[in-house]
Nanobody, 130 residues
Framework: QVQLVESGGGLVQSGGSLRLSCAASGFSVDYYAIGWFRQPPGKEREGVSCLSSIDGSTYYADSVKGRFTISRDNASKTVYLQLNSLKPDDTALYYC???????????????????????WGKGTLVIVSS
């Protein structure tokens, strides 16, 4: 059974940090690009970041560039999103998703309403207090 399970969310003060995890099972995540998305309360889904499975290429939305870092550990089939210098505007449900195509993944980050990802997790909630 294919699964992506996010964890690591929680309540943190503005300026704080969290590390989100995306654990994959049921498929060979080594061959998949992973994207992180988020949906703030009452708003549409946003693309956050993605990571290629081939050459380690990354992409970040402007809103998180320099504050968030994506990484992966293929041995544990886990992709991480390190969130630093958090702001109240970062409050959202954070999802990870997988696609065999990194170009499509980047396109999905840039236009998250155009869903071309193959698998999705159910999300982990991040709340940043001011």
């Amino acid at each position: 059974q294919v699964q992506l399970v996010e964890s690591g969310g929680g309540l943190v003060q503005s300026g704080g940090s969290l590390r989100l995890s995306c654990a994959a099972s049921g498929f060979s995540v080594d061959y998949y690009a992973i994207g992180w998305f988020r949906q703030p309360p009452g708003k549409e889904r946003e693309g956050v970041s993605c990571l290629s499975s081939i050459d380690g290429s990354t992409y970040y939305a402007d809103s998180v560039k320099g504050r968030f870092t994506i990484s992966r550990d293929n041995a544990s089939k886990t992709v991480y999103l390190q969130l630093n210098s958090l702001k109240p505007d970062d409050t959202a449900l954070y999802y990870c998703a997988a696609s065999v195509n990194f170009v499509n993944t980047v396109a999905s980050i840039k236009d998250p309403q155009n869903n071309s990802m193959d698998y999705w997790g159910k999300g982990t909630l991040v709340i940043v207090s001011s």
